[in-house]
């Protein structure tokens, strides 16, 4: 089995926020790799990777970076894989990392997510992914039909709650 999403973290510190989308890929049954490189301090590396990555049948990429947050932005530009970048709280609340994601110049894009939110990037790549894979569109739709459900339940469990005041 060939890995078709690649997450890249500039630091395995970054792995917590990671484990997050490897787990929802994992649920998904999508194969995946997971490295860690950094744009800064090994350069030579990331384009070694970005450069090979379609090549070696990576269909998305996950790139996670805190601070100065080149990462993606560098895979992005060396890649016409789709990147989907996860700013990483590490300072200033993350906001350094995610305007360094999301402000990139024209014609070199990457998808950004909220700050931590290794999830949603993998959920982005499944939906990306499964536009050509009905078998992970129906994985997919399966998963999203459970969150409805468990909002449904949870508005049940609210009415079993209490207040001298809340009116039923």
């Known amino acids: 089995m060939k890995p078709i999403v690649s997450i ?13 989308a490897a787990d929802f890929l994992n649920q998904m049954e999508v194969p995946f790799e997971m490295n860690a490189l950094s744009a800064h301090r090994t350069p030579l590396e990331v384009e070694e990777f970005a450069r090979n990555a379609q090549a070696r049948g990576i269909k998305v990429i996950i790139a996670a970076a805190g601070m100065a947050a080149a990462l993606p932005g560098v895979i992005a530009a060396m890649t ?41 990037a993998a959920v982005m790549a499944v939906q990306i992914l499964a536009l050509g894979d009905s078998e992970l569109a129906k994985r997919y739709d399966s998963y999203r039909s459970t969150l409805s459900q468990k909002i449904v339940k949870a508005n049940e469990e609210l009415k079993d709650v209490k207040y001298d005041f809340k009116v039923d």
């Open 80 to 120: 016409p894989i789709p990147v989907i970048g996860i700013p990483i709280n590490s300072t200033l609340s993350g906001m350094d990392a995610l305007y360094s994601i999301v402000q990139m110049p024209p014609g070199i894009s990457v998808a950004t997510v909220g700050i931590n939110a290794g999830m949603n």
């Open 8 to 20: 890249i973290m500039g630091s395995t510190s970054d792995l917590p926020i990671l484990k997050k």
